[in-house]
């Protein structure tokens, strides 16, 4: 599996700004289209990432502890591209986009600590779509 995990100043400041959620299996974080509110740092259980498509373009992943959702949305101010569902109860932080972009504006080590993380995540997905070895 590939490392979806977050460097940890950026987590350690990302915590520090969380509201904290806790979400039972099944719930929907976010759905494919919708208007993106923040991102959601996994503390505890699982989130599953897809696509929810006929298509395999995008490998279903399974996120747990240490793991971020919503982050490329959350930078972009795109609406969501994927959807997340909660597999196993969930313990998380929500960081909504305007104090993620607050905080990126104010430590911009931490805006490039984010940017080499989404390049890493682009480049991982990219290699697996090539090779059909997807992580899960």
Do not use: H, N, W
């Amino acid at each position: 599996m590939a490392d979806f995990a977050l460097p940890p100043q950026l987590r350690i400041e990302l915590e520090r700004i969380a509201t904290a959620v806790f979400k039972p299996a099944g719930d929907a974080l976010f759905r494919r289209g919708d208007q993106v509110s923040g991102t959601y740092l996994i503390r505890s259980g699982k989130v599953r990432l897809c696509l929810e498509s006929k298509k395999e373009l995008y490998p279903t992943r399974m996120l747990g502890a240490g793991c971020v959702a919503s982050l490329p949305a959350t930078m972009s101010g795109s609406a969501y591209s994927l959807t997340a569902t909660v597999a196993e109860d969930a313990e998380l932080g929500f960081v909504s986009r305007d104090a993620f972009l607050r905080l990126m504006a104010k430590d911009t080590s931490l805006c490039f600590q984010t940017m080499d993380f989404l390049s890493r995540e682009i480049t991982d997905i990219r290699s697996a779509i090539s090779t059909e070895t997807f992580p899960v």
